[in-house]
């Protein structure tokens, strides 16, 4: 069994990575310049309840249950010169609630189901820490729409919480609400501002609105 210690230290990489991610190998046409910023718990993969009935991000591989749509609304996004990022708030790493080997095998599944996506961006931060990723702020839309020089008015934020929504407003994307994939099952909608923001039913729906909506605007 991995020492503590050394998980933690492994943990403590995952935040500077995090921080300071190293440059990915490029996967798309340059002239690409709009995107698609998706959360990850409760939109590609499912919230779970805990021993004590409060709901929260997957801890273990399998405990991962994919959304069944999601490879089909990326992929669609993709056909339509939309770049794909992941943006997770992801506390349980600063908390010391998952492991590295956990974490890093939960990683890996996200990334072997959906091959579009470009980057996936985690803040490890609780909200205790001042940081300037955590969603509601939006650091990791900045840094991503920096990094890969992405028109932000162009661009969409597709989320399942308040905290997406305004993440996505404070960064001048157009924001999508969709009701949260939680045990499989789509549960009732929960994000309630800012206003103004579009709702979609589900994924799809959403990719579609982003796609019907930046096709009038182009």
Known sequence: MERRTDAAEKLDKISETMRNPTEPTPRRSPSINRAIFLD????LISNVFREDRTLGSVRKANEVIFNESAET?????????????????QPDIE?????????????NLLGNRFGAISETRYCPHSGENE???RK????????????????????????????????????GVNIICIPPLVCGVLAERTCKFPDPHLEANDLLSAIAIAI?????CA
């Not at 990850?40 to 939109?43: C, P, Q, S, T, Y």
């Not at 669609?76 to 708030?89: D, H, K, M, R, T």
């Not at 019907?212 to 009038?216: A, F, H, K, S, T």
């Open 40 to 43: 990850r718990d409760g939109v």
């Open 73 to 89: 609304a990326m992929n669609l996004a993709i056909a339509n010169n939309f770049e794909i990022f992941v943006v997770s708030n």
């Open 136 to 171: 509601p702020k939006p650091g990791m839309v900045y840094d991503l729409a920096a990094k890969y020089n992405i028109d932000l008015g162009k661009s969409w934020m597709i989320g399942d919480r308040s905290s997406d929504m305004q993440a996505g407003h404070s960064a």
């Open 95 to 107: 908390r010391k609630l998952i492991n590295y080997g956990d974490f890093t095998e939960i990683d």
């Open 212 to 216: 019907n909506q930046g096709d009038q």
């Open 131 to 133: 940081c300037s990723c």
